[in-house]
Every structure is written in C-alpha cells, then in structure tokens.
C-alpha cells in the first residue's frame, strides 16, 4: 500500500514571510546534509518566483557551507549563456556571483547542444557526479521548484515524454514557439531526493496550486512530484492559495 506523501503546505501573507522561511529551510536542509554527507547537493529552477528568493539568500550573510556546495539547475532553456531567457543567467546574477562557491560546484546544462544531446549529457555528469551505478538514482538533497499556470514544473509539462521516463536521468523538452527548446530533470530523478520545496505566489498559479493540492490533478506535473523517500514542501503565498478549500493555518512568522 502507498505510504501517503510526506507533504507540508504553508501559507504566507506574503512573498517576503515566504523567502525568510525558504531561507530557514536552505539553512537547516544545508547544515543537515553536510553532516551527513560532506557535501550538499541542490537543483534550482529558473523562472520569476524564485529571484528574490535567491536576492535574500545572497544577502543574508549567513554562515552557509558554500565550499560543499554543489548547483545543479533543474531545467535550462537552451539558449545562448548570456541570454535574457537563460535560467543560469539569472541564478548567477542573483545568488552565485554573490556567494563564495567553488566555480567548479556549479553544474550548469549544456546550452550549446541540441536538447537530446544536452539530456544525455547531463544525464552523464550526474551519475559521474554522484557515483552510480546502472539503475542508482542521484539523491539530491534539496531540489527547488516553480508551478506554471498548466500545472507543469521544471520544464516538465501535461503530455511531456519525460514525465514517465523510466531511465533517463534529464529529458529533452520541446516547445512550441515563442518559447525555447529546454532541458529537465526528469521525475525519475526529481522524486528520489530528500526534499523538494515549490515556491508559489500570485494569484495566476491560485488554480494550478489548487489542482495540485486538491485534484483533479490528473496528469499534472506538479502533481506527479512525490519524493519515494524524502518530503514535498510547498510554500505559497496567500494569492496563490486563494482556492484552497482547506488551506493551511498562515504562517505569520
Ligand atoms: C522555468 C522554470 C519553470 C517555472 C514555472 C513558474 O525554466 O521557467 O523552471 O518551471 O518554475 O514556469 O515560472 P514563474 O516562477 O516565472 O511563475
């Protein structure tokens, strides 16, 4: 019998509250994975939601374990580095070009491949990063996640190949136009780590957010994201939790 999801929800008044408690749960889930494994190992996502997040993370000033730390990226569009669209380019200008980690910690997706090679590639340079063997799956200790209006998350989208990829580590993802050619994490690998936060804000997400939480969810991706052996965390603003029938106590801290 499936075990229910470990799955928390916090509601907040707003995005500054959340950020603060996203820089708690960076802190403590960083700390923690560093005394178990010597290292710890996050995937970000791009996207609008989580820039002040990554603002508050540089500036706090905190005492974090940057010299352990490694960065993936949880999807990437390919375009050229310095791209307005580039993830990488936003997560450097926001949060790496302000911390003292190791260049080589960051794990940056192939951009210059054509999207089947980039996910083979990055496919590679996880299991070469994290040891495994033929069916091991990498356990990434926290991976950061954004909810689009369809419910898709990293670039996994409603019908996306990857989302029943039994194999493959990162998946290619076509778009239509305007939008890019990408590259994922597949949810293979997205639901072996220990903990996977979403961040969600603004009243636009309040119906995919209610559908993740509260079906029908049938076939979203967001939805589809339940840690075999870690948690799921959502934290959201009240904009976005707006059509929760049973929405959570507000976290006013
Ligand atoms: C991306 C993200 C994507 C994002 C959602 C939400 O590359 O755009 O990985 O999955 O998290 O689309 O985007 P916003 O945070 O901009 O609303």
Redesign the pocket.
């Known amino acids: 019998m499936n075990k229910p999801p470990d799955r928390r929800v916090s509601i907040f008044p707003n995005k500054r509250t959340m950020d603060g408690v996203m820089l708690e749960e960076w802190s403590a889930v960083s700390q923690a994975s560093v005394l178990r494994s010597g290292r710890f190992v996050a995937a970000l996502?791009?996207?609008?939601?989580?820039v002040s997040f990554y603002e508050r993370l540089a500036a706090s000033g905190r005492d974090l374990p940057w010299e352990k730390t490694h960065i993936f990226q949880?999807?990437e569009?390919l375009v050229p580095a310095g791209h307005p669209a580039s993830?990488l380019r936003m997560i450097e200008a926001k949060l790496l070009h302000h911390v003292p980690i190791p260049a080589v910690n960051v794990h940056a997706m192939p951009v210059e491949l054509a999207p089947g090679a980039s996910a083979g590639a990055y496919d590679q340079e996880m299991r070469d990063f994290f040891g495994l063997k033929e069916w091991d799956l990498p356990r990434f200790d926290l991976i950061l996640?954004?909810?689009?209006e369809d419910g898709?998350?990293?670039?996994l989208f409603p019908g996306a190949e990857g989302l029943w990829e039994g194999r493959r580590l990162a998946v290619p993802a076509l778009r239509p136009a305007p939008d890019h050619d990408?590259v994922s994490l597949s949810l293979l690998t997205i639901n072996a780590a220990h903990v996977v936060v979403f961040l969600v804000t603004g009243e636009d997400?309040a119906s995919a957010l209610k559908a993740v939480l509260e079906g029908p969810s049938e076939g979203l991706p967001a939805a589809m994201v339940r840690p075999r052996e870690g948690r799921s965390v959502f934290l959201a603003d009240k904009g976005a939790a707006g059509l929760l029938a049973a929405p959570p106590r507000m976290n006013m801290i």
Request: aromatic content about 0%; glycine content about 20%.
């Open positions: 996502s791009g996207g609008r939601t989580p949880a999807d569009r993830n996640l954004g909810l689009g898709h998350t990293a670039s990408r997400k």
